[in-house]
C-alpha cells in the first residue's frame, strides 16, 4: 500500500503560488492522487485528483510526473481563506478499499 | 452527489460508558463505507470500512466495533470507553466511478 510523504508545514503570503509537493515512492499502477483539504472541526474537502500528467480545475492544479512517485499540488493566488491543512492521498477501491492519509501539510497564508 | 449525515456534532462521555455513532449516506446505493478518527493536531487514521452490508474491515486493534446493518447506514461503537478513545471521528463514502471520499461533518467525542 502506497504510503505519502508531505511537508508538515509550509508558509506563503497572500496573493502568491502555492505549491505543496506529496511523495509516493511505492504507488500501484492503478492508484489515483487525490488530494484533500481540512478546515479545523470540519472533514477534508476533495480538491482535485488525478492519474497522470496535469490536471487543473477552478481552485487547483495537479502535476504528476511520468514516474508517477510524486505530486504537486499548487494552488494560484492564495488567500487568507486557504490556511488549512492539506491531505495526499494515493489508492484506489480495487486496493484492497483502504485509503491511508499521511500526516498533511499546514499550510498558513499570512497577509 | 453523496450526501453523508453523522450525529451528534459533539459528545461528551465518562470512561467506562458505551457509545454509539451513527453516520447515514444519501445520494448512492452501495457505497464503500469508512470510519476514521482524528486525534488533536494529527492526521486520520483509518480505523474501519465496508464494502457491504454486514461486511465490516478492521485496521486497528481496539475496544471499538463497527456495524453496517443496512446498505447507506454505518455505526461506530464501543462497549466502554477509554480515555484515548477521545477524538474526532469522520465517516466517508467512496463516491461514484471515481475514487473520490466525502466526509460527513464528524463527531467531537471528549472521554473524560
Known amino acids: 500500500l502506497a504510503k505519502t510523504t508531505q511537508p508538515i508545514s509550509m508558509d506563503s503570503y497572500e496573493g502568491q503560488e502555492v505549491n505543496i509537493t506529496c511523495s509516493h515512492n511505492?504507488?500501484?499502477?492503478?492508484?489515483?492522487i487525490t488530494w484533500y483539504q481540512q478546515f479545523p472541526s470540519q472533514g477534508p474537502r476533495f480538491i482535485i485528483q488525478?492519474?497522470?500528467t496535469k490536471v487543473t480545475n477552478e481552485v487547483a492544479s495537479l502535476f504528476i510526473p511520468a514516474d508517477r512517485k510524486s505530486s504537486t499540488l499548487s494552488l494560484p493566488r492564495v488567500s487568507l481563506s486557504d490556511t488549512a491543512v492539506y491531505y495526499c492521498?494515493?489508492?484506489?477501491?480495487?486496493?484492497?478499499?483502504?485509503?491511508?492519509f499521511g500526516s498533511g501539510t499546514k499550510l498558513n497564508v499570512k497577509p | 452527489s453523496q450526501t453523508i449525515h453523522q450525529w451528534p456534532a459533539t459528545l461528551v462521555q465518562p470512561v467506562g460508558s458505551p457509545l454509539s455513532l451513527e453516520c447515514t449516506v444519501e445520494?448512492?446505493?452501495?457505497?464503500?463505507l469508512y470510519w476514521y478518527r482524528q486525534a488533536a493536531g494529527r492526521g486520520l487514521q483509518l480505523l474501519f470500512y465496508s464494502v457491504g452490508i454486514g461486511q465490516i474491515s478492521s485496521e486497528v486493534p481496539q475496544n471499538l466495533s463497527a456495524s453496517r446493518p443496512q446498505d447507506r447506514q454505518f455505526i461506530l461503537s464501543s462497549k466502554k470507553l477509554l480515555l484515548s478513545d477521545s477524538g474526532f471521528y469522520l465517516c466517508a463514502c467512496l463516491g461514484g466511478t471515481n475514487e473520490k471520499l466525502f466526509f460527513g461533518s464528524g463527531t467531537q467525542l471528549s472521554v473524560l
Open positions: 511505492n504507488i500501484a499502477t492503478n492508484d489515483y
Open positions: 445520494g448512492t446505493s452501495n457505497p464503500n
Open positions: 492521498l494515493v489508492g484506489t477501491r480495487n486496493n484492497f478499499n483502504k485509503f491511508y
Open positions: 488525478g492519474y497522470k
